[in-house]
């Protein structure tokens, strides 16, 4: 099965408003020059990057696309500067209450220990390849959905570390990417004013070795934790994308059923 036809099952079974964002790392001139996407002339965030492929767009990035240094230093474009190190950046700014605080914060960022050339930010029905991570923006809903498919295979998501702080870059990049993991995120204040993210969306990142288990997941998990309602919608989908075969949705069935008991309480 490839990304194309996965994608299609993607949106028939999360009811995706946004395309789910492969990130690939480039680590040559001569690879960049031969990847087939856009390369825009302006500088901008990559999380403003993420957000245009989520879009549709098919796109790449150098060093010189970095408006945001957070963004650069978590993908592996350049390295982290000693007073974001100490901490010290990030209590002058006023959000952290002290200097423990804020250092404990950076020592906890998990970025990209390569240097890389550029990066691929392109839908993932789009790669003729395996990316190296996987990004979802979605609704909470979505989010407890793609969880199912992680809990389906590997149990409890026992790496989930966010703050609310380099929400795109580094809690669904290079920390799901260096650890080896699944991470969500609520997003941060920089990527919710600098791609335009809905105050309802959020973030999921994990590497694709990963998202191959959480996509199986998905679809095993789909009778016992899907209500009829969706599953109503996602019977409609598979039969309009032709994926029918896929699996028998199977109504008023549940993995709680006969779990709750009604009645009047007593002592």
């Known amino acids: 099965m490839n990304l194309e036809e996965m994608d299609k099952i993607l949106n028939s079974i999360l009811e995706l408003e ?3 964002v492969g990130i690939k790392f480039i680590f040559t001139e001569d690879e960049y020059n031969k990847l087939d996407a856009e390369e825009t002339k302006n500088k901008t965030s990559y999380c403003r990057f993420v957000s ?3 879009e549709g767009r098919k796109l790449k ?10 963004g650069a230093v978590a993908l592996g474009f350049q390295s982290v500067l000693p007073e974001t190190v100490s901490g010290v950046r990030r209590v002058k700014v ?3 209450r002290d200097l423990g605080v804020s250092r404990k914060i950076s020592r906890n960022m998990v970025y990209c220990e390569h240097k890389i050339f550029g990066a691929a930010i392109m839908p993932l029905k789009n790669y003729k390849e395996e990316p190296d991570v996987v990004i979802f923006v979605c609704k909470p809903y979505q989010a407890m959905r793609l969880a199912h498919g992680y809990a389906y295979h590997y149990g409890h998501a026992n790496d989930i570390k966010l703050s609310g702080m380099q929400a795109l870059c580094e809690e ?5 990417y260096e ?6 995120s609520m997003m941060c204040s920089g990527t919710r004013m600098m791609a335009g993210w809905k105050d309802d969306e959020m973030g999921v990142g994990m ?3 990963i998202f191959l288990n959480v996509f199986d997941g998905l679809i095993k998990t789909i009778n016992p934790l899907e209500r009829n309602k969706h599953k109503k919608i996602i019977k409609e989908k598979l039969e309009k994308n032709n994926l029918s ?3 028998e949705i199977k109504m008023n069935q549940n993995y709680d059923d006969n779990g709750y008991i009604g009645g009047i309480a007593e002592r």
């Not at 990035?61 to 957070?70: L, M, Q, R, T």
């Open 94 to 96: 006023g959000t952290y």
């Open 61 to 70: 990035i150098h060093k010189g696309h970095n408006a945001c240094s957070g």
């Open 172 to 176: 669904c990049t290079s920390y799901p």
């Open 179 to 184: 650890n080896g993991c699944f991470n969500m």
């Open 52 to 54: 245009r492929a989520s």
């Open 245 to 247: 075969d896929l699996l």
């Open 207 to 209: 590497p694709y070795r």
């Open 18 to 20: 946004r395309c789910p």
